[in-house]
């Protein structure tokens, strides 16, 4: 009988986590000796998802999400990225792997991989930055075979954590800053490392803490969390859960009071609260209308004879950036929101690529590539690029602008602009250069971007001329001809 698999992601299998084309390439330039090309890929979202949620419809008796497009995105993931970059490495079991069961025989490429490692540059996003469709997140300089193995773990890596923490970044967005937002997704994650990616992103997005215990032990963060239904249903009844609940954690209790009705929970509760004397506690809700609980709750609560510093309220059940908004403006008062489904699971994926966008040829000069479509959304942008925000005399965001690195900007710039360039050093020849700053000061560095933008829904993003006449240059001469394809 075979063991099951835990199936875990480590550093020894991360040069593994690709689809095989990236190896198949490899193997081909190997055979005919056309390896070891410096080549630039770029990690960039070519436009900008359709994935906020705005509020809900009903259609045919189905509620589906009211969705909008997003009018920016928050960079996350980095520090990840940046380590299995540097850790994943060929080895002697992916070698034994390609040779006994893809059955390759070519010894070059065999001795590849079982030795390839990162030897080049990346260039990048601090995490925390907020960025717009075609500015790279990323800038990766390395020779084709290796920079191409990465595709599918720096993928995996940095688009689902900037998912989550511009979806958090939502919900962060419309909750007061007393208030404590709880990211509790781990039972929602599609897996148990994305459990850990899900926590760090909701952090980096604006949320208080995680409930993930995993998460707190990596980045030592105390975790919250109170208890389940089961627990309630497991006791004879609410009192004696209640009552154990309240002799174990005292002023820290918070009873979940809908397992089986809130009315009679609420009465219980206090009950204990009472015969135990303790003299701070917590309410949670957790279905139904959470606007009318909460008020009737606080009714009650007054008419007990309790003060409003005596007891906090917590509220979840598959809260969304709208569900919140509505609870904060129509006077709910609740005090810490346990947000899960609707944070690890934004409505859609986001559709960062990974693209090569230069090689150097043999005279040392760099041939600049951008991909063409029929559809121009799937297109890319050529060339060795920078992404430069121009910041007025008023200390506001103005423009960004896409040029190749290092172009001459001063036709878009005025007398008292300054200029920051985004992408910044994070690894060069193969070494570490880039300080990975702690979670507090991702979500820091995007609160402090944000309130530079006068108007980011119609912030302007420039794509230099260099770059729009290499792009012509690359349509004329694969692409679109005069008179037709």
């Not at 330039?29 to 359709?50: A, C, Y």
């Not at 080049?120 to 960025?131: C, M, N, Q, S």
Request: net charge negative; glycine share 8%.
């Amino acid at each position: 009988m075979n063991p099951p698999k835990p199936l875990e992601f480590t550093l020894d299998l991360a040069a593994a986590v690709a689809d095989f084309y990236e190896y198949s390439m490899a193997e081909a330039n190997l055979q005919e000796r056309f390896s070891g090309i410096q080549t630039v890929f770029d990690l960039v979202v070519r436009k900008m998802p359709i994935n906020k949620v705005i509020g809900a419809f009903e259609h045919e008796g189905i509620k589906y999400d009211q969705l909008t497009t997003r009018n920016y995105l928050v960079n996350c993931g980095l520090e990840q990225g940046l380590a299995y970059i540097l850790g994943g490495k060929g080895n002697k079991e992916l070698k034994e792997y390609m040779q006994n069961v893809q059955g390759i025989t070519n010894q070059a490429f065999l001795g590849w991989v079982e030795q390839f490692k990162f030897e080049g540059d990346v260039y990048a996003l601090p995490e925390g930055t907020i960025f717009f469709a075609q500015e790279p997140q990323l800038r990766v300089h390395e020779r084709f075979e290796e920079a191409q193995i990465y595709e599918s773990l720096i993928l995996s890596t940095i688009n689902s954590q900037t998912n989550v923490c511009t979806t958090a970044n939502d919900i962060s967005d419309v909750v007061a800053k007393d208030k404590i937002l709880l990211e509790g997704g781990s039972r929602r994650a599609s897996s148990p490392q994305s459990s850990l990616f899900n926590s760090r992103a909701a952090r980096c997005g604006g949320f208080t803490a995680s409930s993930n215990v995993a998460y707190g032990l990596e980045y030592g963060e105390k975790v919250g969390g109170t208890h389940g239904h089961s627990y309630v249903m497991l006791h004879p009844s609410e009192y004696t859960a209640f009552k154990a609940q309240g002799k174990l954690f005292e002023k820290k209790v918070c009873f979940l009071l809908d397992t089986y009705n809130v009315s009679s929970a609420l009465a219980i509760a206090l009950q204990v609260i009472t015969e135990e004397k303790i003299g701070h506690f917590a309410f949670r809700i957790d279905s139904g209308d959470l606007l009318t609980q909460a008020l009737w709750l606080h009714k009650k609560l007054k008419e007990q004879g309790y003060s409003r510093d005596q007891y906090e309220l917590v509220a979840s059940d598959d809260l969304t950036a709208g569900k919140i908004d509505r609870l904060e403006k129509e006077g709910a008062d609740i005090d810490k929101y346990l947000v899960g489904t609707y944070v690890v699971n934004p409505p859609k994926p986001l559709g960062g690529v990974y693209k090569l966008a230069a090689f150097q040829e043999t005279d040392g000069s760099w041939c600049l590539r951008g991909k063409l479509s029929e559809e121009p959304c799937k297109s890319t942008l050529p060339g060795i690029k920078q992404v430069y925000r121009v910041t007025g005399a008023d200390g506001y965001y103005k423009k960004d602008i896409i040029a190749f690195d290092g172009e001459d900007l001063s036709d878009y710039l005025s007398e008292k602009d300054t200029v920051e360039a985004l992408l910044i050093p994070a690894i060069k020849e193969g070494k570490l250069v880039y300080g990975c700053p702690s979670i507090n000061e991702i979500s820091s560095r995007r609160k402090q971007q944000l309130s530079k933008f006068k108007d980011i829904a119609n912030y302007e993003v420039i794509i230099s001329t260099g770059i729009r006449v290499k792009q012509q240059e690359i349509l004329h001469q694969y692409g679109l001809k005069a008179g037709g394809k």
